[in-house]
């Protein structure tokens, strides 16, 4: 069955960065087009970044371009969050999520998600 | 950007009862709307597509509709398994872009 777990999370202080990873099983990962979105502690969740099944393109909302980058491992069915300049808003559970087979825009199946704390 | 409105903020029904959550986008958005669930402690998963479509292996008392600005989320007969929170979200294929609602938290009353 379909398995994303990441990792990476942790503690980081004021303008550190830090980088998320995403191993993913159970399907074809380079055939898909993957999503990193995250969820600040009590509030709903916020889109961050895609990223096409080659790599090729990346996408983010205006407020995060520029901050994180999102990148890919094909040979190994790994994505990754670049995380850069971290602020205290940046606080939150992320979550890689693979779309459905019917649409790369449905964020169908997410992972158990990684807590990063950014506090000095 | 397209801002997402949902109503109520929480409600309390018996089981049994027919409970509606209600979304609003700030501008038209045919029918790219999906519908999530989440559970405490848990990730969001995906019930409705497209406004009006179930995934797979989503239980038939739950149903969504709508399009343009104003789309609705229906549990036809609550259920103890049901207690969560409900998102609305949506998206924007050109650009593209994702927006999630605020959420509707739904108990047991």
């Known amino acids: 069955q379909v398995q994303l777990v990441e990792s990476g999370g942790g503690v980081v202080q004021p303008g550190r960065s830090l980088r998320l990873s995403c191993a993913a099983s159970?399907?074809?990962?380079?055939?898909?087009?993957m999503h990193w979105v995250r969820q600040a502690p009590g509030k709903g969740p916020e889109w961050v970044a895609a990223?096409?099944?080659?790599?090729?393109?990346?996408y983010f909302p205006d407020s995060l371009r520029g901050r994180f980058t999102i990148s890919r491992d094909n040979s190994k069915n790994t994505l990754f969050l670049h995380m850069n300049s971290l602020r205290a808003e940046d606080t939150a559970v992320y979550y890689c999520?693979?779309?459905?087979?019917?649409?790369?825009?449905?964020?169908?199946?997410w992972g158990q998600g990684t807590l990063v704390t950014v506090s000095s | 950007d397209i801002q997402m409105t949902q109503s109520p903020s929480s409600l309390s029904a018996s089981v049994g009862d027919r409970v509606t959550i209600t979304c609003q986008a700030s501008?038209?958005?045919?029918?790219?709307l999906n519908w999530y669930q989440q559970k405490p402690g848990k990730a969001p998963k995906l019930l409705i597509y497209?406004?009006?479509n179930l995934d797979t292996g989503v239980p038939s008392r739950f149903s969504g509709g709508g399009s343009g600005t104003d789309f609705t989320f229906t549990i036809s007969s609550l259920q103890p398994e049901d207690i969560a929170t409900y998102y609305c979200?949506?998206?924007?294929?050109?650009?593209?872009?994702?927006?999630f609602g605020p959420g509707t938290k739904v108990d047991i009353k």
């Open positions: 159970g399907f074809t990962f380079s055939s898909f087009a």
């Open positions: 990223i096409s099944h080659d790599g090729s393109n990346q």
């Open positions: 999520a693979k779309p459905a087979n019917y649409g790369d825009e449905y964020i169908q199946l």
């Open positions: 501008q038209d958005i045919s029918n790219y």
């Open positions: 979200q949506q998206y924007d294929n050109l650009r593209p872009l994702f927006t």
């Open positions: 497209d406004a009006s």
